[in-house]
């Protein structure tokens, strides 16, 4: 089994920046593929970054392209979510999600079988 806890959410006025963390346990966690999702208050699901178990193959919803960065440190059992340029349409809760199998990304939240359990990004105009 694989437990994921995020950190790093909290206020911050549009423009700045936040870097979200989540550890996870589990010998897998190396080998399994990473995303972040959001959502908005009334809002579906959605995928907002995604890496693969080297870190060497990202992706990116285009409302976030080029100012969020995904990334991952195995050694540290730790994917990152480093948020630039941040904006009012951001705010949303942000969860970390591991698939069960396979070591490359999915963009569909149904193909993760671990979360975590969110943590509120609050951006001011």
């Known amino acids: 089994q694989v437990q994921l806890v995020e950190s790093g959410g909290g206020l911050v006025q549009a423009g700045g920046s936040l870097r979200l963390s989540c550890a996870a346990s589990?010998?897998?966690?190396?080998?399994?593929?990473m995303g972040w999702f959001r959502q908005a208050p009334g809002k579906e699901r959605d995928i907002v970054a995604a890496i693969n178990w080297s870190g060497g193959s990202t992706y990116y919803a285009d409302s976030v392209k080029g100012r969020f960065t995904i990334s991952r440190d195995n050694a540290k059992n730790t994917v990152y979510l480093q948020m630039n340029s941040l904006k009012p349409e951001d705010t949303a809760v942000y969860y970390c999600a591991a698939r069960r199998i396979g070591s490359t990304y999915s963009l569909t939240a149904g193909e993760y079988g671990y979360w975590g359990q969110g943590t509120q990004v609050t951006v001011s105009s």
């Open positions: 589990g010998r897998t966690f190396s080998r399994s593929a």
